[in-house]
């Protein structure tokens, strides 16, 4: 008996796909440019079948790769052609809400945006709002530590979840909860992007729902003005919800798609949500005008009703894809930088445009630091796709440069290995690696994901110190 | 996204919409959440992504069998997933390219063309409202 | 108990210590200004132990309060960590309890978090980045000064409650937040009226930080602007000082009482013999001769030791983590 009879025989026929034809559309996620296709996808209907799943391809050797909806942007759920694709969008049961408690116990598969509608009655909300929130899991969620444009107030998904139910790859079960004494293994799940283990259940924090909140929206006719303007805010003692930042390129993509009015001609687009009680607001959105108009702002709009405020979102929230009208491929990155590095970072990635021929959309969350450049490119081109990657790199290593990091909220997915390499040293990776063989001494769990082996990092050394020369070299190391 | 459609397709005019439709889509997976079939089947191949996906494919020439067709059939052509798009995807155009397309390479059982046959004649007919 | 511990060069001479006691099969104790609980300087064997001192390794080494970020040597001690962010209107956001000149290292390595628990987060939110030296005396860097930050194993906050047992935590980077301007209510209640209460506000959109029960009167704290509160029958403004109190929670006993921590769902009933009802309801504190049966207790006088209520699925887990950090088992378990 092979591995795919195995699985038909535990799980039923109908949620097993082997045939070539079938599995095709499970070769990639959002990021497309990664493909492979895999031995099989199981599609089980609750937990007793995932434990099944894991027996048996442990039985078998054969890795396991989890995905949720399949909208993760670094190939985090890129299947192996050997491996099985364990998708998990049918367990999409909201098993519990307690409102007085602020609780929410779902299975992973379902939707982050489902659990904030399901609340929504009682005055609460999932606050972790990722851009793909419509679409995407909590499974993943918790799986990337996903962030989202409320981060700097409201935190990641590892400070909204307080405890999961794990699978090991004998189907045991294990709880973590933040009430657990020692060592802080739920913090460890979160971000460990399916290495660790499979997750099937998970206890959301649910928070009440503002009072009020307002947007601010401010535009600049340059970019360095924009970027101080956002230290300015916050030095100031105020926490927005939500502090976005967008280019002309990309305001131009938003605006083509959500038509909300955004002013085109602006060379940097500041979106800044206040939240609080009705008088707190006020008072902060004022403040926050003040401070932006101060700043250079030469156009600020403070929504006034709550259809205003969501509409001016819809714009940023779907920027994104959004440059897909305008480019038949894009890849997005995901640095994070020390914010006071900002006009330094977006002129260098401006420069490396120049020299690599290919246009850049930055999007950035300003409050956290995170920068997502978009670069835009033809993958049916000869060799493009080689360019972009080649570009991206030199934008990750740069954001490490300056005291960042080469991931916010994607992950490292099969993406940034290289990059990997050059924020981390050989020991951490060491300890890594030791981390994962405690959870998966198979190693059939995402195998090859998240944390580069030591000979791709010493083979991508080698490629960086070439002819003795750092880039940047002016820059002082971290 | 990246496509590979043979040239003697790309040089009709249905190989050339089906092509500019598919390199708008960005695979990023928001329509999703809007298609009722993905809502209760939660299998990639009963959304608007997948349902693409197994369009490209067919156009790019690889093998194709009833599996396809009964996961086109099974859209309801609601078109929800075309409001959620922001990448402006025709996917309704697309999917009646790919609808002929299958039909012609993994032609239906003689039973299921007379039933649907039948089915499309009747309700169409005065005397189905009496 | 040999202290070898000076300012200068202190990482280099740690990392020595860590190394020469593997060299020769020596345990490491880890200490800060030990505020919380006295250490035993033997090991489960009742071996002698070597302390690793940090206290003397302290101080700020980077703080800019536009990027909300402090960067802060483990040895310390809260207060002046604390002074020097208030000196620009800034705090820590988990309030953590001061036993006495308690350094941040100390407070970390036991994963301790005042009365904003449920509303603002505990510690182990606010770590962005930590320098370690693990039992083999290797330094190693784990997440950075970055709010987001998803690049490899969530390493920094893992190690959050870990006790000195895996690694020397030597500096952290640290997400502080606006000193935040608040205002303590008080009404007198039952017990059980009072946590049904703070669970019910704590889902309205009135900003709290803070809600406990003591001493038959229920407490909450608020931040920032918001609707009038002294209004509603009952109620009044009280001093800011109870949650002082409650942080460090150090309570006079009754001869053969033991102080339990229990921690248990924020809508928990009252359980039997408490004495105080913290963090919104999800800590309470018992005071009794006898364990109260629950599954997340602590009994406080001991409160390094492990619970031992692993399943053997986590214990497994465990136990392997520490050979990953410190093979040789270097570090003193408790």
Known sequence: MDVIQALTDAITTKNVLSSVESCRPYECDGLSAYREKPLAVALPDNVEQVKAVLRICKQYKVPVITRGSGTGLAGGTLPLKDGVVLGLSKLSEIIKIDPLQRIAVVQPGVRNIAVSQAVEKYGLYYAPDPSSQIACSIGGNVAENSGGVHCLKYGLTVHNVLSIKVLNMDGEESNFDEKDDGIDLLALMNGSEGLLGVIVEIKLKLLPKPEAAQLVMAAFHSVSDCADAVTSVLEQGIIPAGLEMMDKFSLMAAEEFAKVGYPTEAEALLLCEVDGSHAQVQTDAKRVADILSQKGAYKITVSQSEKERIALWQGRKNAFPAVGRFSPDYYCMDGTIPRNKLAFVLEEIDRLSGIYGLKVANVFHAGDGNLHPLILYDANKEGELQLTEKFGTEILNLCVDVGGTITGEHGVGVEKLNSMCHQYNTPELEIFHGIKAVFDDTGLLNPGKAVPTLHRCAEVGQMHVHNNQLPHPHLERF | ?130 | MATLSTPNHAVEQFAEQVKQANLDKQTIQITGNQSKVPLRNEDLNGDPVQELNISNYSGIIEYEPAELVVTVKAGTPLTELQAALAERNQMLAFEPPDYGNSTIGGTYAVGLTGPSKPFRGILRDFVLGTKMIDGQGRQLGFGGKMIKNVAGYDVSRMLVGSKGSMALITEMSLKVIPLAIEVTYCIEMPENEAILLMNKMAGTALPMTGGAYYQGRFYYRVAGEHSLQTNQVGVRECDNSIWLTLNPFRPELEAGEKLWRVDVESTNPAIENTIAVGMGGTRRWVASPHKPNHPYVTLWQTRFAPRHNDTPCVQKIKLGLRDVFDPNHIFKQL
């Open chain 2, 1 to 130: 996204m990246q496509t590979n459609l043979p040239t003697d397709l790309l040089a009709t005019e249905q190989g050339q919409t089906a092509d500019k439709i598919l390199r708008s889509c960005v695979h990023c997976g928001f329509c999703l959440s809007t298609c009722p079939t993905y809502g209760i089947l939660g299998d990639e191949l009963d959304s608007p992504r997948g349902r693409i996906y197994l369009i490209k494919s067919v156009l790019e020439g690889n093998e194709v069998s009833k599996d396809t067709l009964d996961h086109l059939d099974r859209c309801l052509t609601c078109r929800s997933c075309e409001t959620t798009c922001p990448s402006g995807v025709e996917y309704g155009h697309l999917l009646d390219i790919g609808r002929e397309v299958v039909e012609e390479r993994s032609p239906r059982h003689p039973l299921q063309r007379l039933s649907r046959y039948a089915v499309r004649k009747s309700l169409t007919t005065a005397w189905f409202l009496i």
